[in-house]
């Protein structure tokens, strides 16, 4: 499996900004996907994951509210919307795929596969 996250970039806080993970290989509507991102000097964090249907979603306390993570198993992708961004929000944001579960998975350690990371970062 391969994953390839897009949509990054420069935001002032208040603003929104739509994350995109492409993936190839194994059948991409069999298994959990999620988000994590990684703050400069901080460890890696969950920050939302959906189940192989769209229907289990769960977020961090963080960002609930105000991400929404969805995906098109006909697209073989997975979004993240993040609107009312806050400084805080500024990390690189990694896209991950969990190929032994199809429900929806919060832990960082079970994710086999990796994107190679999109950079947001939000001015206060």
């Known amino acids: 499996v391969q994953l390839q996250a897009s949509g990054g970039g420069l935001v002032q806080a208040g603003g929104s900004l739509r994350l995109s993970c492409a993936a190839s290989?194994?059948?991409?509507?069999?298994?959990?996907m999620a988000w994590f991102r990684q703050a400069p000097g901080k460890e890696r964090e969950f920050v939302a994951t959906?189940?192989?249907?769209?229907?289990?979603?769960y977020y961090a306390d963080s960002v609930k509210g105000r991400f929404a993570i969805s995906r098109d198993n006909a697209e073989n992708t997975v979004y993240l919307q993040m609107n009312s961004l806050k400084p805080e929000d500024t990390a690189v944001y990694y896209c991950?795929?969990?190929?032994?579960?199809?429900?929806?998975?919060?832990?960082?350690?079970?994710?086999?596969?990796w994107g190679q990371g999109t950079l947001v970062t939000v001015s206060s």
């Open positions: 290989g194994r059948s991409f509507g069999s298994y959990a």
């Open positions: 959906i189940s192989w249907s769209g229907t289990i979603k």
């Open positions: 991950a795929a969990d190929l032994n579960r199809g429900a929806a998975n919060m832990v960082k350690d079970q994710y086999d596969y």
